[in-house]
């Protein structure tokens, strides 16, 4: 596609719910980001997928969050057990990761609110 | 990922020029400078980026010192739009196995 899609934009949840977050890449984007941003804080890495390289999920915060990309494409971050101070925008960003610039292309966000 | 340093916040009046500042000391020889930025509920945009010569684009342009330690971004004509936070970052082109990390970068507000 044209840019970065993400789904849904907006999700209420009660507490102890899981919930998964999609992120659609630009069509041949190599690698994919997901951040989180809480309400007036910055950009908090979460997870990193390279190619077909192990991912780097050093930016999780706990176990209950996990992340999948299938096919090199679409990724889905899914959180288990929901808490209220996971309530955050989540957001996603492809790059073609070549010789080229680090160029991140991002979505609009996928807005979390735990109760 | 060499550091970067940034003001927390930064006012400039419309139709002003806007200087945003960075500081970044221990920069390496093959490490670009970008800059982003994010406007109020939106996801973050790229404005520029540069080695060691200045650049300019349609949005801004970038001005690296000779030493390379510190940069300014320059919005020319700011408008209202211009207002969000500015993150300035550091890193090596191509660079594909470490995750390209985001500071608390600079909040411009720009004043009618």
């Known amino acids: ?115 | 990922d060499a550091k970067t340093t940034q003001p927390t916040s930064m006012d400039c009046a419309e139709g002003r020029a806007a200087n945003l500042p960075c500081n970044h000391s221990t920069i390496s020889g093959n490490e670009y400078v970008y800059w982003y930025r994010q406007i109020h509920s939106q996801g973050p945009q790229y404005i520029i980026h540069g080695l060691k010569n200045n650049e300019t684009n349609e949005m801004a342009s970038l001005i690296i010192t000779e030493d390379r330690k510190s940069s300014t971004l320059i919005l020319p004509h700011a408008t209202l739009r211009d207002t969000a936070v500015y993150y300035c970052i550091v890193r090596v082109v191509g660079s594909g196995n470490t995750p390209l990390v985001f500071g608390k970068g600079t909040r411009l507000s720009v004043i009618a």
């Open chain 1, 1 to 115: 596609g044209a840019g970065v899609s993400q789904s849904p934009s907006n999700k209420v949840t009660e507490k102890g719910k899981d919930v998964e977050l999609r992120c659609d890449p630009i069509s041949g984007h190599t690698a994919l980001y997901w951040y989180r941003q809480s309400l007036g804080q910055g950009l908090e890495f979460l997870i990193y997928f390279q190619g077909n390289s192990a991912p780097d999920k050093s930016g999780l915060p706990s176990d209950r969050f996990s992340a999948e990309r299938t096919g090199g494409s679409v990724s889905t971050l899914t959180i288990q057990r929901t808490q209220q101070e996971d309530s955050a925008v989540y957001l996603c960003a492809s790059i073609l990761q070549s010789s080229g610039a680090n160029v991140l292309t991002f979505g609009a966000g996928s807005r979390l609110t735990v109760l």
